[in-house]
């Protein structure tokens, strides 16, 4: 019998929470489907991540923001493949890809929608296409109740055409990487920082819409009280340079390291002790399953779909977004008491069983393929 093609189309393969849950997610499917990943742009430091999973990736190069060349040359490839289903991911996928698969008579479109992002809220020729491209679609994935509703509310998307499926993780595989890592002082010391101290991290691009100068201050309000502690923040962006220069001339460098874009981020976790997702705004947060899957309390900003991960004081802490008191305070009540912490990690290895494992994340898409 001739197993049926899944096309995923994706923006680029940058560092981030959509394109790393993709690889998982074409790597769970392909047991049942043919798959294939294509993408437009950038240099695709994450292209290894699929390759070592064994799913095929193309590129379509696309120059410039507007495109009919790619449109076509996508529209033409789907004619001769002639998939089952296609499903985008991210914005200019999201808007070529479901043109494109609708203009090749793909029979089954399915979008999901990853963020609430802010720029969606101020409408334009570019939303107006997005809106049109959503109608289009045999179903709309949200990974976020929060996402749903955002959309329905800022870009009139059909109400009745939506599933919500959390992002998840494989807590098995996750935890035998982070056992094989070396120790957190062997760790924090290739870094450079004193493994005597406690360890505070967060993982994500560097980005306004992350927040890590927010993290940074807090670290920095914490040291003038008194309370050393080291920071790591894992990621590349736009915002390496203003925030490389915030640590320099505030002369935080020797327990805050900017470690740029880590290929691997288990030994990372490894060495941390409380992870902060401080984000403005946030569709999900896949690095906080992750970091609450390696057994690390978390504070994260209450926004968006990060509430529907975290409880507060349940399995994690919440804080408003954009507040550096409230992330110091949040930190000295886990270091004043271990009990709390482990209470809390406890909590959250819990959530993340229930509700954001892999399995069910794969099993999810697969019943919405059939």
Request: hydrophobic share 40%.
């Amino acid at each position: 019998m001739t197993r049926r093609k899944i096309k995923y189309i994706i923006s680029e393969l940058n560092i981030g929470g959509a394109e790393v849950i993709l690889a998982d997610l074409a790597a769970g499917v392909k047991r049942e489907y043919d798959v294939e990943v294509i993408y437009f742009t950038g240099s695709a430091p994450l292209l290894t991540k699929f390759e070592e999973k064994g799913v095929p990736v193309k590129k379509l190069p696309m120059k410039g923001r507007v495109s009919y060349r790619t449109y076509s040359d996508l529209t033409a490839y789907l004619n001769a493949e002639e998939p089952d289903i296609v499903h985008t991911h991210l914005y200019r996928a999201d808007i070529y890809g479901v043109l494109a698969a609708r203009k090749a008579k793909v029979p089954v479109v399915i979008s999901t929608k990853h963020n609430t992002d802010e720029f969606r809220k101020k409408g334009g020729l570019w939303v107006f296409i997005d809106r049109v491209s959503m109608k289009r679609c045999s179903k709309l994935i949200a990974v976020s109740n929060a996402i749903k509703d955002f959309f329905i509310k800022y870009e009139k998307a059909p109400e009745n055409n939506w599933v919500v499926i959390y992002n998840g993780v494989d807590l098995n595989r996750f935890n035998e990487s982070i056992s094989r890592m070396p120790d957190k002082p062997e760790i924090l010391t290739k870094l450079e920082l004193d493994p005597g101290l406690p360890t505070v991290g967060t993982i994500s691009r560097l980005t306004k819409q992350k927040g890590q100068i927010y993290l940074i201050k807090s670290v920095e309000q914490l040291s003038k009280l008194g309370v050393r502690l080291n920071l790591i923040i894992a990621g590349d962006g736009p915002d390496y340079k203003f925030l490389s220069d915030y640590i320099s001339e505030h002369g935080l460098g020797r327990n805050i390291k900017l470690l740029g874009f880590v290929p691997d981020i288990t030994h990372i976790l490894k060495a941390i002790d409380i992870f902060v997702y401080p984000s403005l705004w946030e569709g999900f947060g896949v690095a906080i399953i992750e970091a609450q899957a390696a057994g690390i309390p978390v504070i994260a900003s209450g926004v968006d779909g990060i509430e529907e991960i975290i409880t507060h004081e349940k399995n994690g802490f919440l804080v408003p977004p954009g507040s550096s008191s409230e992330i110091s305070l949040q930190i000295r009540k886990l270091l004043k008491s271990p009990e709390l912490s482990s209470k809390i990690s406890l909590e959250a290895i819990q959530t993340v069983k229930e509700k954001f494992s892999m399995d069910r994340f794969i099993d999810s898409h697969l019943r919405l393929y059939a």
